[in-house]
């Protein structure tokens, strides 16, 4: 593994410069800094349950990083979230901020790329013909992490005048994504998108109940 990461960050740095519209170097480059950036990032326990591992999604980075009890960094991903940028009202289309917490995963047992409809496996699987042929539907892929705010009145339950922010009603996720999706740029509709292998990986490595929170500046 360590050599083939070698390999394709030398040939990162010894390829011309491309158009920025191309996606091949932004690809590769994410693998890279996926596999081995982790371990380059400050530690940072948690700060709502000290000791207990936490997930910290960086909205202006659109990076997801998973810290063990100790506050290590153990994986450090690039993401998708909202187009719309921040918030918390239903309808927005928007990502949430603040605290919240894994309440429910779903998927263990489906195929990489499976088609998730209402949180049930639909037994089709992603494409790139598909992709093409609904250009602007956000897929729901591979695995789901149900996220449950923490904050009553912010991101939980409703504010005075009954506006419904509560990110678990709105189906607020941590789930799949596609090929297509462009990582490292906002372009969901109010859920954190990860590609397939980061899914899988985050989903078997964190349990129910662990804390999330979603960080604007980070």
């Known amino acids: 593994m360590m050599k083939l990461l070698t390999l394709l960050?030398?040939?990162?740095?010894?390829?011309?410069?491309?158009?920025?519209s191309s996606p091949v170097p932004s690809r590769l480059a994410g693998f890279v800094l996926d596999q081995q950036s982790s371990s380059l990032l400050p530690g940072q326990t948690n700060p709502r349950h000290p000791g207990e591992p936490w997930i910290?999604?960086?909205v202006g980075s659109q990076t997801l990083t998973l810290f063990d009890g100790d506050g290590t960094p153990r994986r450090h991903w690039v993401v998708s979230t909202a187009k719309n940028g921040v918030g918390e009202q239903f309808g927005s289309y928007q990502t949430p901020r603040g605290w919240h917490t894994v309440c429910d995963k779903i998927g263990a047992d489906a195929a990489p790329d499976a088609i998730f409809y209402r949180r049930q496996d639909t037994g089709w699987r992603y494409s790139a013909e598909l992709a093409r042929e609904n250009p602007d539907k956000d897929w729901i892929l591979t695995r789901i992490l149900w996220l449950c705010g923490a904050?009553?009145?912010?991101?939980q339950g409703e504010l005075p005048d009954g506006t419904l922010v509560d990110s678990y009603q709105r189906g607020i996720y941590i789930h799949g994504g596609g090929a297509h999706v462009p990582f490292g740029t906002p372009t969901s509709k109010g859920c954190v998108r990860m590609t397939?292998?980061?899914?899988i990986d985050l989903f078997e490595l964190v349990p129910t109940g662990t804390d999330v929170w979603i960080d604007v500046a980070g």
Do not use: I
């Open 151 to 155: 904050e009553p009145g912010f991101n």
């Open 9 to 20: 960050w030398a040939c990162l740095l010894a390829a011309p410069a491309l158009a920025s």
């Open 56 to 58: 910290r999604v960086g």
């Open 196 to 199: 397939t292998p980061s899914v």
